[in-house]
């Protein structure tokens, strides 16, 4: 492979990831939403029914669609085309294409399902069923990655699903703790190839820059061990694009060697309870036996209806897996980890 990359480096090391919430909250319903989210949850064993959102805002109308098939992105020989013309930023130390570049310059056939255009002029981050928010980091991304090191998660040799990845930044804290193999999934192919396989190749060819050279917005290191690491690094990691149950089956079915993971990650997925029931089934179907879900979650979404209370009554009902709370952010809206396990796992 030829290593000339070239993507500029933002100098700014403050981040715009950091200011983005999800959906119509505010900090001043932080203090409600706990409640909120418990009182929906009791109302809503039929999950197939949107709950209440929040006070004076109206709820998000329901969108039937199409199933999305899946896809498996592949990784260019040429990494130069990956990065070409990417503008970096960095967050937590990890390297992050900047959207607002993206959504300048990303067209015709690198935003084949025109959900850049789309999200711009409606200025909106989600389009049920068309755009489901993968060129955002959403601030539960970060308090997940918070969780990784307070609760020592060990990734060494583990094989990992980062589910609903967006950025994949989640997926690149399992790489860089040395898990085995991992896996990057986003209901958008645009998000894969703008966003993810970005996000992971630069951060791969920079495994070994230090962090006073990130800091410093140095651009990546060129020298040949650094692109042999890299390459190694990256066969260890596979993307697909597509609907979660598409994806299974995609897995599942596929001629390539396949075994299931020993850790699943998802950060704000469950914003929408019309998704519950895929989700679940995606979980109970890729997970291995002895294997953990690391889910963070706002507690209630409002102006969509989903939270953490709601997804928890759904896993109740279905019986499948055990649940608990690891752990509660209450700066701004009230947030949680979630940790799943099969009932009759080890």
Known sequence: MDFRFNFAVDENENSEANTHFLLLGSAKHSQESMEKGRKTADAGADCSLRPGVGQHQEEA????????????????EDLNK??????????????????????????????????????VSSHSDLIPGVYEGGL????????????FSEAKIEFRNKTVLDLGCGAGLLG????????????????????IEEITLPNVVANCINEGSSREDRKASKPPAKRPKNAEASTEVLNKCRFFSGEWSEVSQLLLSSNKP??????????????????????????????DKN????????????????????????????????????????????????????????
């Open 291 to 346: 294997g953990r879900v690391y889910l963070a979650s706002k507690v209630h979404y409002f102006g969509v209806g989903g939270g953490i209370y709601l997804f928890e009554k759904l896993i109740e009902e279905r019986n499948v897996f055990k649940s608990s709370i690891v752990k509660t952010i209450d700066e701004g809206l009230q947030r949680c980890i979630m940790e799943m396990a099969f009932k009759d796992s080890s």
């Open 172 to 191: 690149i804290v399992a790489l860089k703790g040395k898990a085995e193999r991992v896996h990057f999934q986003d209901y958008n192919s645009t998000v």
């Open 258 to 287: 396949f075994s299931k993971y020993d850790i699943i990650l998802t950060s704000e997925t469950i914003y929408n309870p019309d998704y519950y029931s895929a989700l679940h089934d995606t979980l109970a179907q890729l997970l």
């Open 61 to 76: 109308p329901r969108t039937k669609h199409c199933v999305k098939a899946a896809k498996e992105h592949l990784i260019p």
């Open 82 to 119: 990956v990065l070409e013309n990417k503008v970096m930023e960095t967050v937590s130390d990890l390297y992050h294409v900047k959207v607002s570049v993206v959504e300048m310059t990303c067209s015709g056939d690198a935003d084949s399902e025109g959900i850049v255009s789309k999200s």
């Open 136 to 147: 955002k980091i959403w601030e539960c991304t970060f308090d997940l990655m918070d969780y």
